[in-house]
């Protein structure tokens, strides 16, 4: 079993800033792939982010690229979500997950094996 906190959520004004932190605990030596993906208000669950293990894969949906940074701690069990130049479109709910049966990084939210319960992000115009 694998344990998710997501923090680091809030209420930032369009052109802010925001870091997301995910803490995993449990067996953490299983968690391949980590991700973030994000669903607001009346909409389904979007990727955002992922990271392999090692760190030296990562994808991003294409309205975060080049606003959003993911990265991972394995000393820490951490992965954490960097968001710059934030919009009011980036609303929203945001949630770590967790993939240990596959080392690939999935955009789909069915490949992922553990959830967080989500914090909340809101930009304000």
């Known amino acids: 079993q694998v344990q998710l906190v997501e923090s680091g959520g809030g209420l930032v004004q369009a052109g802010g800033s925001l870091r997301l932190s995910c803490a995993a605990s449990g067996r953490t030596s299983s968690n391949n792939v980590m991700g973030w993906f994000r669903q607001a208000p009346g909409k389904e669950r979007e990727f955002v982010a992922a990271?392999?293990?090692?760190?030296?894969?990562?994808n991003y949906a294409d309205s975060v690229l080049g606003r959003f940074t993911i990265a991972r701690d394995n000393a820490k069990n951490t992965v954490y979500l960097q968001m710059n130049s934030l919009k009011p479109e980036d609303t929203a709910v945001y949630y770590c997950a967790a993939r240990v049966y596959s080392t690939s990084i999935s955009i789909f939210t069915g490949d992922y094996d553990y959830w967080g319960q989500g914090t909340q992000v809101t930009v304000s115009s």
């Open positions: 990271i392999t293990r090692s760190g030296l894969g990562t």
